[in-house]
């Protein structure tokens, strides 16, 4: 007899306080000593998190009407532009937009963070004025409490594994993946890797369109399937995709994060992003997904990508486990490279187990996605051709 | 007692046997940290010396008849620990592995007694938490 628990039972448990639940890394253990099918009578929900760089967030705004109204044309925020071409005072602020007066030390991710923690930003726009909205100009200055809605809008977050990072070039190079020193000087990676959240659902059957997550310290959703969502990448005999495949969309209400778990950042000569705190929780619904919660480190693969070749398609040195990655150093062709991480790992932990806690306390139940993400799909790239072809 | 200074060579200096002197004559411990000399045009040496208060005064005053210039190098490097969210970005530069990962914890810890304040970890910060002090 296989056993199957559905999401009312689960939820029923967390109401009741009776549902158990540990973290992605504490299941490891659990189902090691008991196996799968004991593990699951036992275990209802695990908790999986990532805290990491993640380029593309966003926040949308909606500021509210002046007397007499404009319909805002050209927004920016603290000299940071904010894309208005949508409805009268709505914008959207990208994480990586740079600021106008300060460049790449402050970027939409900093305004961002100073919305979450509460200051004032300052609030510029135009327009050319029309008979229904005649203001021209307005600046002012807003917080995140003066304003109607501030949520966050995430496109691509929560990626299902990434490549990890080499330099073969002579010189020193500064990329998204932090700085890469010459001649193979180091690596660096970016996954929670046992803990992060695709990898312990590699097959999308709990984590779909609908589901409730952690984000940036508040509730959030998975909104949609995130951009470049591939999830027909080559995987392992585990399900596991072996390279980044699939994505999230993500959203969440800014007004109730925490800049603890979400954070602007700056890289080095590439410029801002956003470091975003994402949990979600598992529902141990049969033995299968519980194998899948279980899988460990040396059991996840990923590339190590030269990134000193600035193309689309880049050399690959071989697969690499996040085992061998989280030992310090990882040996390429009989040279010993040191690794470092670039999302945080502790934080992950703090959200995988602040999630727990949630669950524990009967304040956050398991969602059954409303639409599961797509299983199939095929990147598309982009061509320059002109307009006869 | 233990400090780290920062010698710098004028033209003349370059070829002198300096450390030697150091170890021989003042009885102390040396270890160079950085070195850049080019002979006949100038030099830097930062060096960690380990020995007696008296000693290394003495030590100091040599250096200074000799003609170089000393620098008590106090130049410290400072990372806002409530501010880090280890995410190990610094760790990539810090060749001298006095930022390190607690293999447990997985929190950044920094060994100031390693750190040779070469600053690389202040831009590679994506935080913007670590500085260079004087």
């Known amino acids: ?389 | 007692m233990k400090t780290k200074i920062l010698l710098s060579f004028p033209k003349h200096l370059t070829g002198q046997p300096i450390t030697y002197r150091l170890i021989k004559d003042f009885d102390l411990q040396i270890n160079i940290l950085r070195a850049s000399i080019d002979y006949n045009v100038e030099g830097k040496l930062l060096l960690e010396i380990i020995g007696s208060e008296e000693m290394i005064d003495q030590a100091m005053q040599f250096l200074r008849d000799q003609g170089l210039r000393v620098e008590l190098y106090e130049k410290r490097v400072i990372r806002n620990d409530d501010e880090c969210i280890h995410c190990g970005a610094c760790t990539a530069v810090c060749s001298a592995e006095a930022l390190h990962f607690n293999p447990d914890t997985w929190k950044l810890e920094f060994d100031t007694e390693k750190c040779l304040v070469c600053g690389l970890c202040v831009t590679a910060c994506p935080l913007r938490i670590i500085e260079v002090t004087l």
Not at chain 1, 168 to 188: C, E, H
Not at chain 1, 199 to 204: A, F, I, M, V
Not at chain 1, 275 to 288: A, H, L, M, N, S
Not at chain 1, 354 to 381: C, D, M, Y
Request: hydrophobic share 35%; charged share 25%.
């Open chain 1, 1 to 389: 007899m296989t056993v199957k628990k559905s999401y009312e039972e689960i939820n029923q448990r967390i109401k009741e306080g009776k549902a158990v639940v540990v973290t992605a890394e504490e299941v490891i253990e659990i189902v090691k000593e008991k196996g799968v099918k004991e593990a699951v009578k036992s275990v209802d929900v695990v908790t999986t998190a990532t805290f990491g760089p993640m380029c593309s967030t966003g926040a949308f705004l909606n500021f509210g009407h002046s007397d007499p109204p404009i319909r805002m044309s050209k927004v920016s925020l603290n000299h940071v532009p904010a894309y208005a071409g949508i409805a009268a005072v709505d914008a959207y602020i990208g994480a990586t937009e740079l600021s106008e007066d300060k460049g790449m030390e402050y970027g939409g991710a900093h305004v961002i963070q100073d919305l979450i923690d509460g200051k004032k930003v300052h609030l510029k726009a135009s327009s050319y004025g029309t008979d229904c909205y005649p203001r021209m100009d307005i600046e002012t200055y807003i917080t995140k409490d003066s304003i109607n809605q501030a949520y966050l809008y995430n496109p691509r977050n929560a990626y299902q594994n990434y490549g990890a990072a080499v330099n073969t070039s002579d010189r020193v190079i500064y990329t998204y993946m932090g700085v890469l020193q010459p001649r193979s000087g180091n690596i660096t990676y970016c996954s929670a890797g046992e803990l992060s959240p695709l990898l312990n659902d590699p097959y999308y059957r709990t984590i779909g369109i609908g589901t409730r997550i952690f984000l940036g310290g508040a509730v959030g959703h998975v909104a949609w399937e995130g951009t470049q969502h591939n999830p027909g990448k080559e995987r392992g005999s585990n399900g596991v995709p072996m390279s980044n495949a699939g994505t999230l969309a993500v959203a969440g209400d800014l007004k109730d994060m925490n800049s603890k778990y979400i954070r602007a950042a700056v890289f080095e000569k590439y410029g801002a992003t956003m470091y975003v705190g994402i949990g979600i929780p598992i529902p141990i619904i049969d033995e299968d997904m519980m194998e899948h919660v279980s899988v460990q480190n040396k059991d996840i693969y990923t590339d190590v990508i030269d990134y000193s070749v600035p193309k689309r398609n880049k050399p690959t040195f071989g697969k690499v486990s996040y085992q061998q990655l989280r030992s310090g150093f990882v040996e390429i062709d009989g040279k010993k490279i040191r690794t470092s991480p670039l999302s945080s790992l502790a934080k992950a932990r703090e959200i995988a187990d602040l999630l727990k806690e949630w669950i524990n306390e009967g304040k956050f139940f398991v969602e059954r996605p409303v639409q599961p993400l797509p299983s199939t799909a095929k990147p598309r790239s982009l061509e320059v051709i002109g307009k006869e072809e």
